[in-house]
């Protein structure tokens, strides 16, 4: 069975700084995988998506992921964070043949000016 | 494009009473939709898959009586929590997947913006 996990519960990051949400998935074939966020009270957003080709992705709102067969991971990245920014990051995995996705248990993103 | 919307936002309703929840695609054509449930502070639980014309497939554990899944267009898609108690009170979250009409990419769902149910 596939199952994505975030190890990081609640990350504090400075206005300005770097980030990068980490992401690891488990599952049998070549995944699909996503990366949502959700402010609070609201659905979820598509920040950027891998299928195929290029493992280093762009999204909305300057994030960025990268693709890492070796390490099973996904982790989101962005340069530098915006207090619009603070809100939770949901990492989903899914396959061609069955749109079901797997989501992870979310990290929640705090920034501090 | 690809645009989801749930009506309503928010719903406060008595134990006993049943609860209809819209869910529907705006510029697409939603070859499938979804619904969660998520708990505070936690993550999306998938409930039901639902096809247009076809009857909804539940995942394990869900009840397929308590929680009424109709999918009569492919632009909407309704849940309704029959006889609703207040261990039901939670946020339901709805998705859709598109055909390739006004923007929606083929493969990725695309959410609503959650439906708020208190059962008192």
């Known amino acids: 069975a596939q199952s994505v996990t975030q190890p990081d519960i609640h990350i504090t990051v400075s206005e300005g700084a770097s980030l990068e949400l980490r992401c690891n998935y488990s599952?049998?074939?070549?995944?699909?995988l996503f990366w949502y966020v959700q402010s609070p009270g609201q659905g979820l957003q598509l920040l950027l998506k891998y299928f195929s080709g290029d493992t280093l992705v762009q999204g909305i709102k300057g994030f960025e992921a990268e693709f890492k067969r070796s390490q099973s991971s996904f982790n989101l990245r962005k340069p530098s964070v915006h207090w619009s920014d603070a809100a939770e990051y949901f990492c989903?995995?899914?396959?061609?043949?069955?749109?079901?996705?797997?989501f992870g248990t979310g990290t929640r993103l705090t920034i501090i000016p | 494009g690809a645009v989801v919307s749930q009506h309503p936002s928010r719903v406060i309703c008595k134990s006993g009473t049943s609860v209809k929840i819209e869910c529907r695609s705006l510029?697409?054509?939603?070859?499938?939709m979804f619904w969660y449930r998520q708990f505070p502070k936690q993550s999306l639980m998938l409930m039901a898959t639902s096809n247009e014309g076809s009857k909804a497939t539940y995942e394990q554990g869900v009840e397929k009586d308590k929680f009424l899944i109709n999918h009569a267009s492919l632009t909407l898609s309704t849940l309704t929590v029959t006889s609703a108690h207040p261990e039901d009170s939670s946020f339901y979250i709805c998705?859709?997947?598109?055909?390739?009409?006004?923007?929606?990419?083929?493969?990725?769902?695309?959410f609503g913006p959650g439906t708020r149910l208190t059962v008192l």
């Open positions: 510029d697409f054509q939603a070859t499938t």
């Open positions: 998705s859709a997947i598109g055909s390739d009409l006004a923007g929606a990419v083929p493969d990725t769902q695309y």
């Open positions: 989903a995995v899914g396959h061609v043949g069955n749109e079901k996705l797997t």
């Open positions: 599952y049998g074939a070549t995944p699909y």
